[in-house]
């Protein structure tokens, strides 16, 4: 029976962090062994918001895939690419974007949340707007079955879904809607208790040594209530706590629980706990990292050969795409 496909992408705008580690990219690992996945490095959308500042871009690209080899994802089931190395990427938006509403786009929550939140970049733009256009052409080219989204993603997806309909409905039958696969994304803040992320200066990042993870979690915020070492804490409000829920065994979490609310333990050893569980899960991931570090060629050549094939694929769907535009 032919797998179905699955399709996501990453924009490369800096290091990886505890947070796409968990997020994202233990899942895409996971979905190798039941679908066939496509997963590309998206440059092109890194350049809505990163259009002032493209130096990031080329160097995040392909340390950003080194992590992804690192982690697991294997170039022998997945198909692991880069977005603007696939040009057909750029003709399927073109296309789209002729058939997609305005309003669809200005509608989107994404749009408007984004504006409000990155209000050191100017992201009033043509490209900005029409980022899930973008994302459309790059879903749909592959015909992917499922897309890993998280919930706050859904609407996004379903632009897409629309986009694909509409097509289907102008032209004919070419794209299946895409449909959306659940995914948990834990919910890891950064060391000051904000959401993580590289702005913030609040990131634990993959490729952190053991002096650096060791300091990042020593000033991680804790329970705001707990002001003193006898003072009981409360591991539900804890910025550390979810961490622990990741690299702690289960029973060591429940011991935790219970001597936090009891005051049992200190802030202190709970961070050292966390410090060497942290350190030994991370310690494999670097291993490899240093590894395909020393070794460019191959890496260079994983990605070349990922793109070829994904190319391969591109090539087929927009023959179809202009014929039934009859183009
Ligand atoms: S003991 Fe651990 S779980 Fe409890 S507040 Fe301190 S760091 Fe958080």
Redesign the pocket.
């Known amino acids: 029976m032919e797998k179905k496909r699955v399709l996501s992408g990453m924009r490369p705008t800096g290091k990886t962090h505890l947070g796409h580690l968990h997020g994202i990219l233990e899942n895409w690992r996971d979905l190798q062994d039941q679908y066939e996945c496509f997963y590309f490095a998206a440059d092109w959308h890194a350049l809505t918001s990163e259009y002032k500042n493209t130096a990031v871009i080329k160097e995040s690209l392909i340390e950003m895939i080194i992590d992804w080899l690192s982690v697991g994802l294997d170039p022998q089931r997945s198909t692991l690419f880069v977005q603007s190395w696939v040009k057909e990427h750029a003709e399927l938006h073109l296309l789209l974007s002729m058939i997609t509403p305005l309003g669809w786009l200005e509608r989107n929550p994404t749009y408007k949340e984004q504006q409000e939140e990155l209000t050191d970049k100017d992201i009033g733009t043509y490209g900005f707007l029409g980022y899930p256009v973008l994302q459309a052409a790059d879903i749909l080219m592959y015909k992917g079955n499922y897309v890993p989204v998280g919930k706050d993603q859904l609407p996004h997806l379903e632009i897409t879904r629309e986009i694909a309909r509409r097509f289907n409905y102008l032209y004919r039958e070419v794209f299946p809607p895409p449909d959306a696969l659940l995914t948990q994304v834990p919910n890891l803040g950064g060391t000051d208790g904000r959401k993580m992320s590289k702005s913030y200066d609040n990131a634990i990042y993959l490729s952190d040594s053991q002096d650096v993870l060791t300091s990042k979690i020593e000033q991680m915020v804790?329970?705001p209530q707990?002001g003193y070492r006898k003072d009981p804490?409360d591991?539900d409000v804890?910025g550390?706590?979810p961490y622990h829920r990741i690299y702690t065994e289960p029973e060591v979490v429940g011991n935790?629980i219970k001597e936090?609310r009891q005051a049992a333990?200190?802030?202190r050893d709970?961070?050292k706990i966390l410090i060497q569980k942290v350190v030994e899960y991370l310690g494999p991931i670097q291993e490899k990292r240093e590894y395909y570090l020393s070794h460019m060629g191959e890496v260079e050549e994983i990605i070349r050969e990922g793109t070829e094939r994904a190319r391969e694929v591109a090539r087929n769907t927009m023959r179809e795409a202009r014929e039934a535009m009859r183009l």
């Open positions: 804790t329970d707990r804490g591991p804890c550390l706590f935790i936090c333990i200190g802030c709970c961070k």
